[in-house]
């Protein structure tokens, strides 16, 4: 029966706590109190109801038969699961969520890769005091414009 | 003395040779291939510090070539027989000029030592200056970029996290159910047990207005059956014993 798995499974708040953007932190922080609400609630119910005592009330109760048409139809009786609508929805969430985090990571790498080019740039760079006019140019090309607006002597146009 | 100025100002900050240097360079001569020896002609670093020097300016260099064959005394004597030689034979004429270069050098020399050293720190201070400007600007970009690749680790961590959320998600869902159905269940038995319990209450209460209700019949009768001729002897009998108690006090 699903009550076996229900209430077993532990979630490690402190953990989520740490990998929740801070723009979302207060959604965050209503989920944690209504899910601690509903733990509370569902371990303050015991699994099973107290076993009705049919003997004390065979004793007492006058009406005859009555007892024993209670037993009976009690034992019988079937009580249904209620219906799970709600986890079909947020799997579909799910879904919808890793493909964006999947769209998001391919985004992401490709935004490191950029990043780390520019970093290797920067750190295999020739030391500035060791460089030539001729290596800064080729180091920094966006500063192309300016030297040409604005040349060093002996003004020789070596870009070209 | 200049050449200590020129070195110390043009040889700043200097470092072993990185390897990628050696690329860089021979890349940007590509029209130098005549032979397949190294290319790179021109030296990487200025000499920090000048060669040793005797007198002031003249090479150790020439006066270590004359010791083997003349031991230490000798490129003294070559330099004052030379001198000596130039002027006896008038290839050097001495006459006003010599006091004229004399004082020149010798104004020279002063300068140099005089403001040598200040300009020296000066131009130092001037392109280390620079320099860590130029280092500045580096670092910052490098900085920035490693962090904007430390947030966007982090973006991808936090975003691992969201089957946190899913499961935080279905676990609330499969609670919420399972606490319904057990309160089905309890509400079940609290039934079943509530209709028992009416039938044991209603026995009850019946059982209690039968009783009340023999009890007040039974005192009516018996208050009714009570003759006068008995209620006056009852008093009387009373009376006697109070009489009697009396006397006993």
Known sequence: ?160 | MFRRVVCSTGALALRARPAYMARVSAAAMPSMTFHTSSKDLMPYKMPEEGGKVRLGFIPEEWFTFFYNKTGVTGPYMFGTGLILYLINKEIYVVSHELLHGALIIGLLVYGVKKFGPAYTAYADKTINDQIEQTYDVKNAQVDALQQSIDAEKKEQWRLDGRNMLFDARKENIAMQIETAYRERLHTVAADVKKKMDYHIEVENVKRRVQQEHMVEWIQKNVIQSITPQQEKENIAQCIRDLKTLSARA
């Open chain 1, 1 to 160: 029966m699903a009550a076996r798995r229900v209430g077993q499974k532990f979630v490690d708040f402190a953990a989520f706590a740490e990998r929740v953007p801070p723009n979302q932190r207060a959604q965050f922080l209503a989920l944690k109190s209504k899910s601690e609400a509903i733990k509370a609630k569902f371990t303050a119910l015991p699994e099973k109801p107290k076993a009705i005592d049919w003997a004390y009330y065979r004793k007492r109760v006058p009406v005859a038969g009555l007892v024993d048409k209670f037993e009976k139809q009690y034992s019988a009786v079937n009580v249904p699961y209620p219906k799970d609508t709600a986890t079909a929805a947020v799997e579909e969430q799910e879904k919808q969520m890793d493909k964006l985090a999947a769209d998001f990571k391919v985004e992401s790498e490709k935004r490191i890769a950029e990043y780390e080019k520019e970093l290797a740039q920067w750190t295999t760079m020739i030391p500035f005091e060791d460089m030539t006019k001729e290596e800064f140019a080729e180091t920094f090309p966006e500063t192309l414009e300016q030297r040409k607006k604005y040349p060093h002597w002996p003004h020789y146009p070596y870009w070209e």
